[in-house]
């Protein structure tokens, strides 16, 4: 089975991951996801495709401890997170972060704080690629 | 030595995702940073971030020991 | 392409369906996903089974308002709502709703909505089988 | 004729998922429901919601009309 946190340049599979997710028990009544994907216009630009820069051991060690404070602070039974870095076009996935609990609140709950921790936390950078050249994201705060 | 790494935006800037420094003695990360960011202004605009061998530092006074891995960061824009 | 509310004995596929809901625009940069499973426990009893009973076309009709009310209230791109009747066992699949938005706010935001109001709209019932003898489940308030 | 029709934990107290009660002129929901609850009370101890004709019924003094389907339920509990 694929390691629970993952920086990777190839896609992944929803089904893949979210039975990995459901594996460790079957008391999982609710699992939430995010999956961020490349958006083809941003700002008021065409983006034609996206690419990425990481602190690649850095950014793996703080998914996992991200993983870990989430497992702990929603009594989670699982949870995944799984971010590619390379060059990605409109419509690709680039993060996916699932969470398994008990009950639905808590999964919920835990997979909105995963992605804005993750945003907060994690050394990763886009730069969007458009017919004007190319930018650095410049996150909102 | 001291490891510095940039990455996206401030390596862009900076026009090298590496450089050593010379470790001196008493050498704090505040140091570290100034001595570069001297250098290289344009990119240390937009510095928000440090880690020490790849970890959040957030208290710039830590004193840096011979062979240390430090990144000077940009603003995170993944997800 | 399967339609995006559904009511349907068989398992689904997550990958499927997000590939479903992508397929509508490429400004999609978020998508909240909730997966609600069979858990083999509850309330301090082993569950064999669940198996449901449904007022079928008010439900089918129940959560294709709930898309179009979803869809309005959050400004999104697409929703999927799907959801499993028949009998299950422990691990499986019942529903499945995802959330297409240009942001990942709404449509985190709008997941959670979707399975609070499913709960509260739509003329589902669960049986759980156990050891012990069938129960109707009753909804906590 | 109004179809009257339960499910689930209702249908199960009855014994049956579908009944005929014979139309009334100016017959309203609740009249439909006193008369169902009279019959079967241990069922109607569980039922929250009403809905004619598939749609939710919030209104118990609608009036009923020839033909409508009606079904008393107990709270929902899918997903």
């Not at chain 1, 490349?38 to 051991?57: C, H, L, T």
């Not at chain 1, 690709?92 to 936390?121: P, S, T, Y």
């Not at chain 2, 026009?15 to 960011?37: C, I, P, W, Y």
């Amino acid at each position: 089975m694929k390691a629970a946190v993952r920086i990777q340049q190839e896609d992944f599979s929803q089904d893949e991951e979210i039975s990995a997710l459901k594996a460790c028990s079957k008391r999982m009544g609710g699992i939430g996801t995010f999956l961020g994907c490349a958006r083809d216009f941003s700002e008021g630009r065409e983006v034609e495709q996206i690419s990425f820069d990481a602190y690649g051991s850095m950014a793996l060690s703080e998914m996992q401890k991200l993983r870990s404070d989430a497992i702990g602070k929603f009594a989670l039974l699982d949870a995944r997170i799984v971010h590619r870095i390379g060059t990605v076009s409109g419509g690709d996935n680039i993060v996916f972060i699932a969470a398994g609990a008990e009950h639905r609140v808590a999964a919920l709950e835990a997979c909105r704080w995963m992605i804005d921790e993750l945003k907060q936390r994690v050394p990763i950078w886009k730069k969007e690629i458009t017919p004007q050249g190319d930018a650095w994201v410049v996150p909102h705060p | 030595m001291i490891s510095v790494l940039f990455f996206g935006p401030v390596a862009e800037r900076i026009g090298k995702s590496a450089l050593q420094v010379e470790f001196h003695h008493t050498m704090s990360l505040q140091n570290l940073r100034d001595k570069l960011a001297a250098q290289y202004p344009q990119a240390f605009e937009i510095v928000c971030f440090a880690a020490v061998n790849g970890e959040h530092a957030r208290d710039m006074t830590i004193a840096l020991t011979d062979g240390s891995e430090v990144a000077f960061m940009a603003k995170f824009s993944g997800g």
